[in-house]
């Protein structure tokens, strides 16, 4: 096992935290860790997942191997695995001794099992998977084409390993309502409450003793007992800290950062989210916006940088690539900086671009067409922030010349509107701990709506052989350089206009000790927390 | 007409408002520009065809829609609404989990209201005084305030400020005074008002000077006679309000974060879970159906001059 560096920032933090109190590592056991967070869709994650379902239940199914926030593989259910030459066969070693929570065995076929599901069940994520075999300890995955995005997504959440003795005796329906005795993983915690809409309690696996080998120490975990409980009200979860009735809250508001940070009770965690800056996809399709410069104008006609300030309260940071330092293995922070804001350059460009009349609203106009600029975004990926922050674009993109109006939907309602091609721009973030399929998806000529999210209609030769090249390597080196030179013509041609890089900000008591980080942007695991008593 | 034979005619009126009901909500729901497979699937994931297909063969979404509609009207019959996109579970089990917390929570803020509407309007009904104002002026506010404000104002003061009232880790009746609190105060005030219009009526009437001439007292002939009066608008309004906190407790449970149907609905509707929609109206409806025939009955015991048949 590997005791050792500190890998992240949320380690990184708490040491400081060791530091300035003069004390050792010297970790206490036992305590109730009471969480106020968001509600898991479902206890089965193969049957439906949202990040929050991650969170809840990753101490309860343990995963075959572990991504760190950095990047890198550890072993965890599988004790090692191998890639053939030609990238088309993964074969992973089960660990021997591993049992559930109900005591059945997790071997071999217990894992075939699970993995088979999500080919059956999910398509495997469009992975192309053509068998998956189990042979004394050996569990093999063939595929037809190599998909190097392959071992990390077996290293997320959603992957936890559900023993098939509940698979058999419950129904996907009572699986995914869950509970204690149905709810079975092998993980350092067990479900033994559930209350839907209100709560999940989880206790220590006694027997618990294999940890991810990036886990900072062995045996059953710190914590006796871990108690969710669900509120959908920012305020209430901050409230729920700040009184002392959460020892964690999640989702913390940017309005509420300065109040945990002078309290002297609590403390910030705070890490980048991994994924794709808030940004907006640029609508090729639309000729107005097939044009470099009108894209470039709009990426340099607004002040990002000083609004991000403004308004996300320094729980943001100003973007400038397609993957944000989240992902600090495949992130080009070369890019940063790339442009700044320049109204009369911006204008100079819609000049030059033909949008030189400018009519009596202001607005530019080419040929009797006005240069207006619709804007959708759905109800989930929206919040009060970026709701504001758009009227500072709107402002913005006015004083240059541009007509900017932004709807906010229902998912639903964008989604037809995006296969319709009714749009000319999409803001969101995307979050994925793996940049190789978030930018494959995202740019790649052949992935369009509603496959996946090619909202911008990009289609470019250099961009498409870097993405194909970094998603058929198994060699996670080879991915980051595709990820990273993919970043680099992304900003050449203008074809995503990044906004903000968001952080996953948590407010906790003083006394949560050694949070960690995973790839996925959450915290990596309770198994290492503890309660300073 | 007898009881029972209007009671027979209620039910089959009942019957056509449910079926005019599920018969909307499936047409609002072929109108939608959306693609329920994209629903099941969530906003955040893209879908390979093979996937779309299977979702389409599995809720049936692949036959023509006039065949859609005899199949959901035939499940329904059987009590069958059918299974949620989102959580995969079925409508009906959905429903009756969460309906236990959502009826205590209406029922007891429907009490709450109750009794406190009731004393508001004995007290102050029929004379203009200090105290009458004082509590017009509460119910004004009662009613103008939302209940997202109110809720929050609660938890602020009496369990994040005083922790008399702790929003986690207690299931006892504690965790419910300020879900029912903030709940029964949003209906406290129309139904304080509505009373106590009908009791300054009731009290005019000559039977209350009656009354008084026979010796009784005032609070007799209050308590006796005009509430009687008073409760008739006072039912009819708590029983429409009863149905309508069943799916319009939205509010306090999340602020409260407690499970319940508003909850379910509020999901539902921001996800388009439109089998759970389309459930949670049924239901609703026949909720409104029931506690209208029943107040109807209720009446009767109140008012003995609705209990004559010749009418």
């Known amino acids: ?49 949202s990040r929050n379902t991650q969170t809840a239940l990753q101490d309860v199914y343990d995963r075959l191997i572990y991504k760190s926030q950095e990047g890198e593989y550890f072993p965890w259910l599988a004790s090692e695995w191998s890639v053939s030459e030609d ?34 069940d999910r398509s495997a994520n469009g992975v192309p998977v053509t068998a998956v075999t189990a042979e004394g300890n050996v569990v ?143 609508n090729q399709s639309n000729p107005a916006l097939a044009d470099q410069r009108v894209r470039e104008a709009i990426r340099i006609g607004v002040d990002y940088a000083s609004l991000v300030n403004a308004v996300f309260l320094g729980t943001s940071s100003p973007a400038y690539s397609a993957i944000t330092p989240g992902i600090p293995a495949a992130y080009d922070a070369g890019q940063e900086g790339r442009w700044s804001f320049d109204a009369e350059a911006a ?80 803001d969101t973030s995307q979050s994925s701990g793996d940049g190789a399929t978030l930018l494959y998806g995202a740019f790649q000529s052949t992935s369009l709506w509603p496959a996946n999210t090619n909202w911008g209609f990009v289609n470019d030769p250099a961009l498409d052989e870097a993405l194909n090249t970094a998603v058929a390597s198994a060699d996670p080196d080879v991915q980051n350089e595709q990820v990273r030179i993919a970043q680099k013509i992304i900003n050449d041609g203008a074809y995503l206009i990044p906004i903000a890089n968001p952080q996953v900000i948590l407010g906790a008591s003083t006394k949560v000790k050694g949070t960690v980080f995973s790839s996925s942007g959450q915290i990596g695991s309770f198994y290492d927390v503890w309660l300073e008593q | 007409m007898t009881t029972a034979r209007e009671l027979f005619v209620r039910i089959l009126a009942g019957a056509a408002v449910l079926w005019a009901a599920a018969s909307l909500a499936f047409v609002v729901l072929q109108m939608l520009p959306s693609d329920p497979v994209q629903v099941i699937y969530g906003a955040d994931s893209t879908v390979t065809q093979e996937m779309r297909d299977r979702i389409r063969t599995e809720y049936g979404l692949d036959r023509p829609i006039w065949e859609q ?102 299931d006892s009746w504690r965790s419910l005074v300020l879900p029912v609190t903030t709940l029964g105060l949003a209906i406290f005030g129309t139904l304080s ?89 049924l239901f609703v409806a026949t909720v409104f159906v029931i506690t209208n025939i029943a107040v109807d009955l209720l009446y009767r015991l109140i008012d003995p001059r609705l209990r004559s048949t010749a009418a």
Request: hydrophobic residues 45%; contains cysteine.
């Open chain 1, 1 to 49: 096992m590997r005791h050792s560096v500190i890998r992240t920032l949320g380690l990184a933090l708490s040491a400081s935290v060791f530091a300035l109190g003069g004390q050792a590592f010297a970790q206490q056991s036992g305590g109730v860790l009471r969480i106020a967070t968001y509600e898991p869709l479902c206890l089965d994650q193969n049957e439906g997942s």
């Open chain 2, 69 to 170: 509609y005899g199949q959901f009207v035939g499940r329904i019959l059987q009590g069958d609404l059918g299974s949620s996109y989102q959580q995969r579970r079925s409508v009906v089990s959905i429903i009756t989990s969460e309906l236990g917390s959502t009826i205590t929570l209406a029922v007891l803020a429907t009490i709450f209201a109750l009794t406190l509407a009731t004393i508001a309007s004995v007290t102050t009904a029929g004379k203009q005084s200090r105290a009458r104002s004082i509590v017009s002026a509460f119910e004004l506010l009662a009613i103008s305030t939302p209940a997202f404000w109110i809720g929050l104002l609660l938890l602020t003061f009496l369990s994040f400020q005083w922790p008399i009232f702790p929003v986690m880790g207690d």
């Open chain 1, 140 to 282: 093999t995955i063939t595929l037809s084409e190599p998909h190097g995005p392959l071992l990390h997504d077996l290293s997320e959440p959603v992957q936890g390993i559900v023993a098939p003795s509940s698979i058999e005796a419950f129904s996907k329906e009572e699986r995914c309502a869950g509970g204690p005795d149905i709810t079975i993983g092998s993980g350092p915690f067990k479900v033994v409450g559930r209350t839907q809409g209100q709560d999940l309690i989880l206790e220590r696996f006694e027997d618990y003793n294999w940890p991810s080998g990036a886990a900072q120490h062995e045996g059953p975990a710190y914590l006796e007992r871990i108690e969710m409980r669900f509120l959908t009200e920012d305020s209430v979860r901050v409230g729920a800290v700040e009184s002392g009735q959460a020892d964690i809250a999640a989702g913390v508001p940017a309005i509420s950062v300065a109040a945990i940070e002078g309290n002297s009770n609590l403390q910030l965690i705070r890490a980048e989210q991994p994924g794709i800056p808030w940004s907006m996809w640029v």
């Open chain 1, 347 to 426: 204008k100079a460009l819609l000049d030059e671009a033909g949008w030189s009349e400018i009519g009596a609203d202001g607005i530019r106009v080419k040929d009797v067409e006005r240069l207006s600029l619709k804007a959708v975004t759905a109800t989930n990926w929206n919040n009060q922030q970026r709701e504001l922050f758009a009227q500072g674009i709107q402002a913005g993109l006015q004083a240059i010349g541009i007509e900017y109006s932004r709807e906010v939907l229902d998912f639903a309602t964008v989604d037809a509107r995006m296969k319709a091609n009714e749009y000319d721009l999409v």
């Open chain 1, 87 to 120: 990238g088309l066969t993964y074969s992973f070693t089960i660990r021997d001794g591993v049992v559930f929570h109900d005591g059945t065995t997790l071997d071999a076929e217990a894992v075939r099992i699970n993995l088979q599901r999500w080919v059956d």
């Open chain 2, 193 to 281: 008002q509505v009373m106590r219009a009908e009791m300054d009526i009731a009290l005019e009437q000559p039977f209350a000077l009656t009354a008084r001439t026979r010796g009784l007292s005032e609070w007799s002939v209050r308590w006796r006679h005009a509430l009687r009066h008073a409760l008739i608008p006072g039912l009819t309004i708590s029983a429409e309000m009863f149905g309508a906190l069943l799916a319009g407790a939205i509010i306090t449970e999340r602020v409260f974060g407690r499970p319940g149907l508003g909850r379910i609905t509020l999901q539902a509707v921001t996800n388009q879970d439109i089998p759970v929609v389309v459930g949670v109206v």
